[in-house]
């Protein structure tokens, strides 16, 4: 069922797949934050989560938001604080959609 | 000659007639490993204590001997020259007389890391060298089975290398027997030559020997996988001009490929020409077809099904009950679906995993949530452990029912046993978390779905995009409200 699944959501959209797993050049930002020059959106978003989790910035008193680092809040639009639900199109503003 | 039939046993044809790969893989590979050493050992063993026995059951364990550190491969180069200088050495500082075993065995080790051409010289080379060695019909049959692998690496498949090897087996006095056959059409089947394996067959069926019934129902089987069926009906009509005819298995095979396609007519077709054919439907084809209605959908010709079987004396098995049960409760008859729960249990059959789970699916999709886990309660009572799809199946119904709070015991309960998560359940899960306000539990269950490698990281986070997106927007309506 499960690689049937994987499947389906493979052929079902192969742009929107592409969009998660290409290499796409970081703005320098971004590079800085990750340490590489290239990498895809979904590593970036599983970088930026392990990073919160890593340094303890989720909000002891409500875990949905997340209290942003200097570091991190560069690469967030400036923000303080971010909530959780918005992380991943946070991450998305980095990785505009390729011209045609 | 009397104590060698065990050790012999293995190396011979026979056993492997039913599964070639599985039973000739153990006893001809590993000796290919250290083909010198561990005759060397057994032999020597054998002698001095007149008894086979230890020294058969240690090849058939396959327990590398405690005086012999690892084996090294005896061919270290596909290259023809230095596996015949390998070869001399071995005889002149052989302490004992190599049998056809050995040349077997050396003969496949070589031609494993080889090419098929090579192997030819070696054979010859073998027999040049070492003239008391008299290739066997297992020395030929290494060299087809090689022969059939060998296609798959070139782009333009041609079976006359294959021929080659059938020809030198029957130059040699041997004739292909069925052994061969199946060898060869699994080689076939198993590098995706089928149309290769079908010409094979029929030629080799109409020169030597026909398949038996093992072979020519794999070949049915690799067939409906990879041709329409109008071209596996005309191979069956080709193979019983040859006189090979399909029994009960061949055509269970056609009606549960038939079934796949949701032909049911079909199916019901091949019902009465197998009946015509004189065979008497058994259990297998019963539930093949019972499972087609399944798919379908057609909870009350599920029923029907059942009912025939009675009317015809097969009696139901444990997989009958399941698909019963499945197929009911898969249309939401699952009032019904739990009356065969009492009957199955009252004609000898104990409920497993998988009905417990059909049943407890079925009443998730109505709504039924604590029913299911009460029945749970009712399944660990009996002694039946649930399996990671039941887990699943129950987190599921709980996030449906709205009863997050136990889904969220329950998942716990999943974490501790590393139970996977279904992608289906995952993405239930998810969005109930995510109506609650739980984000941060959310991406604790991203994490998890993650970690335990339940789903790939892409579809794991698609589904978590989507779902926050989903989230945010509903947040932003209430806000606006």
């Not at chain 1, 994987?6 to 969009?19: D, G």
């Not at chain 2, 290398?161 to 030198?168: E, G, P, S, T, Y």
Request: proline share 6%; net charge positive.
């Amino acid at each position: 069922m499960l690689p049937q699944l994987t499947k389906k959501t493979i052929t079902e959209n192969p742009k929107k797949l592409a969009s998660l797993i290409d290499l796409a050049n970081l703005p320098s930002t971004l590079r800085d934050f990750v340490g590489q020059s290239q990498i895809s959106r979904l590593r970036c978003f599983m970088h930026v989560w392990s990073y919160i989790k890593a340094n303890n910035l989720q909000d002891p008193n409500n875990k949905n938001v997340v209290n942003c680092d200097e570091k991190l809040s560069k690469i967030l639009l400036g923000k303080s604080q971010v909530e959780l639900v918005e992380l991943p199109m946070l991450v998305k503003l980095h990785f505009p959609k390729e011209p045609k | 000659m009397g104590k060698l039939p065990p050790s012999m046993r293995s190396a011979n044809p026979l056993t492997s007639f039913r599964t070639p790969s599985s039973s000739s893989l153990p006893n001809q590979q590993t000796p290919s490993s250290n083909p010198p050493h561990r005759p060397h050992f057994s032999l020597f063993k054998k002698h001095p204590n007149k008894s086979s026995k230890p020294s058969s059951s240690s090849r058939k364990t396959l327990t590398p001997s405690p005086q012999i550190p690892t084996p090294k491969p005896i061919f270290k180069s596909p290259s023809l020259s230095s596996a015949k200088k390998t070869f001399d050495s071995l005889i002149s500082t052989s302490h004992f007389p190599l049998n056809v075993r050995h040349h077997n065995a050396l003969l496949k080790s070589f031609s494993q890391i080889s090419n098929i051409e090579d192997s030819f010289s070696f054979l010859q080379h073998m027999v040049k060298t070492h003239p008391s060695f008299s290739p066997d019909r297992v020395t030929y049959n290494i060299l087809l089975t090689q022969s059939c692998k060998s296609l798959s690496n070139e782009g333009d498949v041609d079976l006359s290398i294959v021929r080659k090897a059938i020809d030198l087996m029957v130059i040699n006095g041997i004739q292909p027997d069925h052994v061969s056959i199946d060898l060869a059409i699994r080689s076939l089947c198993d590098i995706g030559c089928e149309e290769h394996a079908v010409e094979l067959m029929n030629e080799m069926s109409l020169k030597y020997c026909l398949p038996d019934t093992y072979t020519y129902n794999l070949l049915i089987r690799r067939l409906c996988k990879v041709r329409p069926l109008p071209t596996v009906y005309r191979f069956i009509d080709e193979m019983k001009t040859l006189g090979v005819k399909p029994d009960l298995v061949s055509y269970t095979i056609l009606i549960d490929n038939v079934c796949k396609s949701k032909n049911l007519r079909e199916a019901t077709r091949l019902l009465g020409v197998l009946s015509e054919a004189g065979f008497k439907p058994d259990c297998f084809v019963y539930n093949t077809i019972m499972k087609g209605y399944c798919m379908l959908d057609r909870g009350s010709e599920v029923i029907g099904v059942y009912k025939q079987m009675k009317e015809e004396g097969v009696e139901p098995d444990l997989v009958t009950y399941n698909t019963l049960i499945f197929g009911l409760s898969k249309v939401g008859r699952v009032e019904e679906a739990r009356k065969f729960l009492e009957v199955m249990a009252d004609m000898g059959h104990s409920p497993d995993a998988v009905t417990y789970t059909s049943l407890m699916n079925g009443m998730c999709k109505k709504g039924d949530a604590l029913g299911a886990l009460a029945l749970l309660r009712k399944m660990e009572e009996n002694g039946c452990s649930p399996n990671s799809c039941t887990y699943n199946t129950l987190l599921q119904g709980l996030c449906k029912g709205k009863l997050l709070e136990k889904g969220i015991e329950f998942y716990e309960i999943m974490k501790s046993s590393e139970t996977k998560l279904e992608a289906s359940s995952y993405a239930t899960f998810v969005r109930a978390l995510c109506r609650e306000d739980k984000i941060a539990e959310a991406y604790e269950v991203f994490d998890y779905a993650v970690e335990s490698k339940s789903l790939t990281d892409v579809a794991a986070y698609s589904t978590l995009e989507t779902t926050l997106k989903w989230a945010k927007k509903v947040k932003e309506q209430r806000q606006a409200c």
